[in-house]
C-alpha cells in the first residue's frame, strides 16, 4: 500500500514518491512554463522555453536551476525521441482506483506469482519501500524495495530455504537505479527478466517503467531499458504486471491526474513488439498519451468476455479451481493439492499443516488488530498496559506456531521424499 499520503499546494506526496499536478516546484517563469508544456506533450513549446530560460542564466551563478534545467532538457530528450517507438498495444481496460488499494485490482493467476500486502512477516522488521511484495508462484521468492544507507530505494531478494526460513535478502543490484530511485519489482515466470519503477536518467518524467534481464553467467541483471509509449509518459508509472499464461498485462499510473486516485490499464501483451509509424498516424501523441483506448482495440474482439473472465479471479489469495495451496518441494517441484503427495503419510501430515496454518494466520490477524489498537491507545491508562501484555503473550504463541510449522513442513517432505 501507499503510506502517509500528503497534498503540499500543487505537489502530491504519496509515500516515497512525489507526484505534481501540472506544473512541478521550480524558480523561473520560462522554466515553470516549459514544463507545463512538456507535462502536456508540448515538446516543441517546451524546448523553446527552456531554450530562453538558458540564455537568462549566468553561468556559475544559480546552480540549482542550471542542475533542474539539465534534468528537465534530457527527460524532453527522451520523451521526444520516443514518439519514434510507440508501442501498438491492444487496451482491454481502464479503470480507475483508490491509491490505497490498487493492488488488489492486479488479478493475477497463481502461474504469474503474487503482489502481496508489503506487511508480510519477512519485511515486518526491514525499512520497506514497495507498494506491494512480489512473490513467485511456488513462492519461494520474494522481492520489494527498501532505502539503502545513501536512501535510495534499491530492489531487494530474498529466498526461501529447505528449511523453511528465509535467507538474508540483498540487493539484487544498482545497476537498476540509474542514479535514482528502482522500486516496486514484477519477476517474470523465467526467473531472469524483471520489471520495476524507476526515476533514474533513464526517465521521461517521474517514473518509469523498465525491463532488466538477468546475465545467466553472473546471476547480475543487465542495464534496464525503458518500456517507452504508451506504458511511459512525463507523469509517474507505478507497476506493471504480466500474466503469461493469458497473454493479460496490467500498469498502474497517475498521468490522468485524478485526486487520490490511480489509472490501471489492462492490455493484451505482444509476442513481438509492433510499433506504430510515426509517418502514418494523424496523432502520434493521441496514442502515445492513451487519449481514447477503443483506437486501441481490434472491433472483432469481445473484450467484455475477456474482463469477465479476469474478473472471476480472487487476486490476492490466487486461489484457482482445484487448488488450495501453494507448496515448495525439493528440486523446484511445488504441490498444489493433497492429491499431488504419493505419500500417505505426507497427505495426512499436509492436512494438519493446512490446518495450523489456518491457526497461524487466525493469530496474526488478532495480533495485527491489537497492535492498531495498542497504537490509539493513551499510554498512561491501564488499558494500554493489558493490550500490551496480549501482544506479548499472543507473540510467544506466535513463535512457538512458527517453529510447529516449520518442524511440520519437514516432516511432510521427510515422508514424501522417502516414499
Not at 118 to 137: C, G, M, T, W
Request: net charge negative; proline share 3%.
Amino acid at each position: 500500500m501507499v503510506k502517509n499520503t500528503l497534498k503540499i499546494g500543487c505537489r502530491f506526496v504519496l509515500g516515497s514518491l512525489v507526484f505534481m499536478c501540472g506544473i512541478p516546484m521550480a524558480k523561473g517563469d520560462l522554466l515553470r512554463e516549459g514544463r507545463e508544456a512538456f507535462m502536456n506533450y508540448d515538446f516543441e513549446l517546451a524546448s523553446e522555453k527552456y531554450e530562453k530560460y538558458a540564455k537568462t542564466m549566468r553561468k556559475g551563478q544559480n546552480a540549482p536551476d542550471e542542475e533542474l534545467l539539465e534534468t528537465y532538457m534530457r527527460q524532453l530528450e527522451i520523451a521526444e525521441n520516443s514518439l519514434d517507438n510507440v508501442q501498438k498495444i491492444e487496451i482491454i481496460d481502464r479503470i480507475d482506483v483508490p491509491v490505497s488499494d490498487f493492488v488488489k485490482h492486479i488479478k493475477l493467476p497463481i502461474s504469474g506469482g503474487k503482489v502481496l500486502d508489503p506487511d508480510v512477516s519477512i519485511l515486518r522488521k526491514r525499512h520497506n519501500q514497495s507498494d506491494f511484495a512480489y512473490s513467485s508462484e511456488s513462492g519461494d521468492v520474494m522481492m520489494w524495495s527498501e532505502k539503502d544507507e545513501d536512501h535510495r530505494e534499491v530492489i531487494m531478494q530474498s529466498e526461501q530455504l529447505m528449511d523453511g526460513s528465509w535467507e538474508v535478502p540483498v540487493s539484487v543490484g544498482t545497476i537498476l537505479n540509474e542514479g535514482g530511485n528502482a522500486r516496486n519489482p514484477f519477476l517474470l515466470t523465467d526467473g531472469v527478466t524483471l520489471y520495476f519503477s524507476g526515476d533514474g536518467e533513464g526517465s521521461m518524467g517521474g517514473y518509469d517503467l523498465f525491463v532488466a534481464t538477468k546475465d545467466p553467467a553472473t546471476g547480475e541483471f543487465r542495464q534496464p531499458i525503458g518500456l517507452g509509449y504508451p506504458f511511459n509518459s512525463p507523469y509517474n508509472e507505478y507497476m506493471i504486471a504480466i500474466d503469461e499464461e493469458n497473454g493479460i498485462g496490467w500498469w498502474v499510473t497517475d498521468r490522468n491526474r485524478l485526486e487520490d486516485q490511480l489509472t490501471i490499464y489492462v492490455f493484451k501483451t505482444n509476442e513481438v513488439r509492433k510499433n506504430y509509424n510515426p509517418d502514418e498516424e494523424d496523432d502520434i501523441i493521441s496514442l502515445a498519451r492513451i487519449d481514447d483506448i477503443s483506437v486501441t482495440q481490434n472491433p472483432e474482439t469481445d473484450y467484455s468476455a475477456i474482463i469477465k473472465e479476469i474478473n472471476k479471479r480472487s487476486n490476492l489469495d490466487n486461489k484457482e479451481s482445484g487448488s488450495s495451496f501453494i507448496f515448495p518441494m525439493q528440486g523446484g517441484k511445488v504441490m498444489r493439492r493433497i492429491s499431488d503427495f504419493k505419500s500417505n503419510s505426507a497427505r495426512s501430515n499436509m492436512q494438519q499443516y493446512l490446518q495450523a496454518l489456518e491457526e497461524h494466520k487466525a493469530l496474526e490477524n488478532k495480533l495485527s488488530d491489537l497492535r492498531k489498537r495498542y497504537h490509539q491507545t493513551d499510554k498512561k491508562k491501564g488499558s494500554a498496559t493489558s493490550l500490551k501484555n496480549q501482544i506479548l503473550e499472543l507473540e510467544k504463541q506466535r513463535d512457538w506456531q512458527n517453529e510447529r510449522l516449520l518442524k511440520m513442513r519437514n516432516t511432510i517432505i521427510t515422508a514424501e521424499t522417502k516414499d
